[in-house]
């Protein structure tokens, strides 16, 4: 329901932001409507991704888990856990299964200390990365700063589940699904409404 009246809405903007300065408009193939006006170049107001659940990238079944293990990307905006999660998961499983685990930062490499402070699991099993200035695109376009580290420890240590867990940058940090066989996105609710409404 939200999402009906977002789309009225939105709709009503557009007609009211621009005018009837000689329109056109069309579909492509996803669906989304595509105009110029006013001498603007073609556009669309329509948001690239749904964001509904049902319509998100699944993840690929055929994958061979003996090249890299079955791998969860924890992803999110800056700051809501992402790496105290990393530290009770890698707590809670470390006696049953072999783990290791990729941290991603930007420019230090603080997650990865702190899953060693806190000898989350062998510091020899923890990779950190820095990612350099966008965060999001190593987990989620260019991944292979990402899988050439979590394929050397999976070999290195036959490990049983890989923990990859993104750098706290913003809320497209999600991840892609040829790197993560299971994506865990956290938010932090407790500052209101507008994080978990974006
Ligand atoms: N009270 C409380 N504090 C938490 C909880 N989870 C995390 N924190 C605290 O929140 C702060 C941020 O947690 P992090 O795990 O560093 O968050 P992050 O998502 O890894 O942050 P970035 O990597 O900087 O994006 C730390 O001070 C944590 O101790 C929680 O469940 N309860
Ligand atoms: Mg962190």
């Given at each position: 329901m939200a999402s009906s009246e977002n789309i009225h809405h939105h709709h009503d903007h557009q007609q009211h932001a621009h005018g009837d300065a000689g329109a056109t408009s069309w579909v492509d193939q996803d669906g989304r409507v595509y105009h110029s006006h006013d001498g603007l170049a073609q556009h669309s107001?329509?948001?690239?991704?749904?964001?509904?659940f049902s319509t998100r990238a699944l993840p690929?079944?055929?994958?061979d888990y003996n090249e890299r293990a079955f791998t969860v990307g924890i992803g999110g905006p800056d700051g809501p856990g992402k790496t105290a999660l990393m530290l009770v998961l890698c707590q809670f499983l470390r006696d049953k299964y072999s783990l290791a685990a990729v941290t991603n930062d930007i420019f230090t490499k603080v997650d990865g200390e702190f899953l060693v402070k806190h000898e989350a699991?062998?510091?020899?099993?923890i990779r950190p990365v820095e990612?350099?200035?966008?965060?999001?695109a190593a987990i989620r376009e260019d991944t292979c700063i990402n899988l050439g580290p979590l394929e050397e420890l999976s070999n290195l240590y036959k490990t049983d589940l890989l923990l990859c867990v993104s750098g706290?940058?913003?809320?497209?940090?999600n991840f892609s699904r040829e790197l993560a066989d299971y994506i865990i996105y956290i938010i932090d609710?407790?500052?209101?409404?507008k994080i978990p409404r974006k």
């Amino acid at each position: 329901m939200a999402s009906s009246e977002n789309i009225h809405h939105h709709h009503d903007h557009q007609q009211h932001a621009h005018g009837d300065a000689g329109a056109t408009s069309w579909v492509d193939q996803d669906g989304r409507v595509y105009h110029s006006h006013d001498g603007l170049a073609q556009h669309s107001h329509v948001p690239i991704y749904s964001g509904f659940f049902s319509t998100r990238a699944l993840p690929f079944h055929s994958r061979d888990y003996n090249e890299r293990a079955f791998t969860v990307g924890i992803g999110g905006p800056d700051g809501p856990g992402k790496t105290a999660l990393m530290l009770v998961l890698c707590q809670f499983l470390r006696d049953k299964y072999s783990l290791a685990a990729v941290t991603n930062d930007i420019f230090t490499k603080v997650d990865g200390e702190f899953l060693v402070k806190h000898e989350a699991i062998p510091q020899e099993r923890i990779r950190p990365v820095e990612t350099g200035g966008r965060p999001h695109a190593a987990i989620r376009e260019d991944t292979c700063i990402n899988l050439g580290p979590l394929e050397e420890l999976s070999n290195l240590y036959k490990t049983d589940l890989l923990l990859c867990v993104s750098g706290g940058d913003n809320l497209a940090a999600n991840f892609s699904r040829e790197l993560a066989d299971y994506i865990i996105y956290i938010i932090d609710v407790s500052a209101g409404d507008k994080i978990p409404r974006k």
